[in-house]
């Protein structure tokens, strides 16, 4: 059996373990997998994963630096590797890591809203509130099928901007989108 087959069934068997709530022993196998094969971007992100389910935020960065610095991931998994590396920046408080990690992201994934998120509670924790309302203002109007943040979606866009307008906007513009 070749090592890329090996690899991959037993890849496949530590996620499925995750997958099943099975965290434990999918961490140790995939801290095995990593050991064995530590520039394989899919194992490493897949390993950041594990640690973060079971609440060992501090032991999953190294695996998501590694995941991203490395090539073979999938847009799907990079996606999560951002999200993933972001948010356990933040959760241990490492704030600047995590606006950088996330604002790399949506470099990346310009309209994702869960990395919006992420970065504006990032922000909020550097003391940036006003930026992290007026992303987390222009996400709503975005992202929501809430008729009645849709009807006045410009509006909420426009003053995201400028949270302390007292200017009504002018026009056509401050009109409804219904």
Do not use: C
Not at 20 to 48: C, H, K, S
Not at 98 to 123: C, I, K, N, Q
Not at 145 to 172: N, Q
């Amino acid at each position: 059996m070749s090592d890329d087959h090996e690899k991959s069934v037993a890849l496949a068997r530590a996620v499925r373990l995750r997958e099943q709530g099975e965290a434990e022993a999918a961490r140790e196998q995939l801290l095995e997998l990593a050991g064995r094969f530590p520039g394989d971007a899919v194992i490493a992100y897949q390993t950041a994963w594990v640690h973060d389910v079971l609440g060992l935020e501090a032991e999953a960065v190294p695996f998501y630096e590694r995941a991203l610095a490395g090539e073979g991931l999938t847009r799907e998994d990079r996606h999560g590797v951002f999200l993933g590396l972001g948010s356990t920046y933040r959760v241990l408080g490492r704030y600047d890591e995590a606006a950088r990690t996330l604002r790399r992201g949506l470099a990346a994934f310009p309209e994702d809203s869960a990395l919006r998120a992420f970065l504006a509670m990032a922000l909020y924790n550097r003391g940036e509130g006003r930026e992290a309302v007026g992303l987390l203002l222009k996400t709503l109007a975005a992202a929501t099928e809430d008729p009645g943040v849709r009807r006045y979606r410009r509006a909420i866009e426009h003053y995201a901007d400028d949270l302390d307008a007292v200017e009504p906007m002018s026009g056509e513009a401050a009109g409804r989108d219904a």
